[in-house]
T-cell receptor, first 112, second 113 residues
Framework: EPEVTQTPSHQVTQMGQEVILRCVPISNHLYFYWYRQILGQKVEFLVSFYNNEISEKSEIFDDQFSVERPDGSNFTLKIRSTKLEDSAMYFC??????????FGSGTQLSVL | TQLLEQSPQFLSIQEGENLTVYCNSSSVFSSLQWYRQEPGEGPVLLVTVVTGGEVKKLKRLTFQFGDARKDSSLHITAAQPGDTGLYLCAGAKGGTSYGKLTFGQGTILTVHP
């Protein structure tokens, strides 16, 4: 069964460092998303991406965040200068029609 | 800001019992989804409901969308230990925001053999 793949599964970084989280969405899907879940809190929407551009972003997704689809298969989330409060599980999701989302297993980001 | 409140937050029952999880909001959603999430994994989609009053069944799981599309419920009949997990509801506004989901805080279900 097709699945969304995320790498790495765990990422530890120092505050102020840049990190890139990588995702390979399901191949025929056209809509891509990043969500995050801080420990003990709700899953939160970060950004949606369609047709090679951001279609919607949340207040969390400030100038420190960017997304990119560098080729036909990868979808990345970059955090330019990480902060302690960026520590969370980051989930990538993709959708064929924009409604039913399929999530990856997540990248646990720890900022020290 | 749209909020989804799930109840109960924790549910511990014996195998064979029935249970219902509720998801409520003061806002109208164009669709509502139920997910199940295992520790260390991403949410896995169980069902999407889109029409007010809609009822969908998935084996022993019954999902209902409220008539006003502000609330939903998940009912499990004859729960089994394999049903143990975190259940999440998530709503979408629709239009170009279908994938911008607002999640509830989740219900942790434990089914004891």
């Amino acid at each position: 069964e097709p699945e969304v793949t995320q790498t790495p599964s765990h990422q530890v970084t120092q505050m102020g460092q840049e990190v890139i989280l990588r995702c390979v969405p399901i191949s025929n899907h056209l809509y891509f998303y990043w969500y995050r879940q801080i420990l003990g809190q709700k899953v939160e929407f970060l950004v949606s991406f369609y047709n090679n551009e951001i279609s919607e972003k949340s207040e969390i997704f400030d100038d420190q965040f960017s997304v990119e689809r560098p080729d036909g298969s990868n979808f990345t989330l970059k955090i330019r200068s990480t902060k302690l409060e960026d520590s969370a599980m980051y989930f990538c999701a993709s959708s064929e029609g924009g409604r039913d989302l399929f999530f990856g297993s997540g990248t646990q980001l720890s900022v020290l | 800001t749209q909020l989804l409140e799930q109840s109960p937050q924790f549910l511990s029952i014996q195998e064979g019992e029935n249970l219902t999880v509720y998801c409520n909001s003061s806002s109208v959603f164009s669709s509502l989804q139920w997910y199940r999430q295992e520790p260390g994994e991403g949410p896995v989609l169980l069902v999407t409901v889109v029409t007010g009053g809609e009822v969908k069944k998935l084996k022993r799981l019954t999902f209902q969308f409220g008539d006003a599309r502000k609330d939903s419920s998940l009912h499990i009949t004859a729960a089994q230990p394999g049903d143990t997990g975190l259940y999440l509801c998530a709503g979408a506004k629709g239009g170009t925001s279908y994938g911008k989901l607002t999640f509830g805080q989740g219900t942790i279900l434990t089914v004891h053999p």
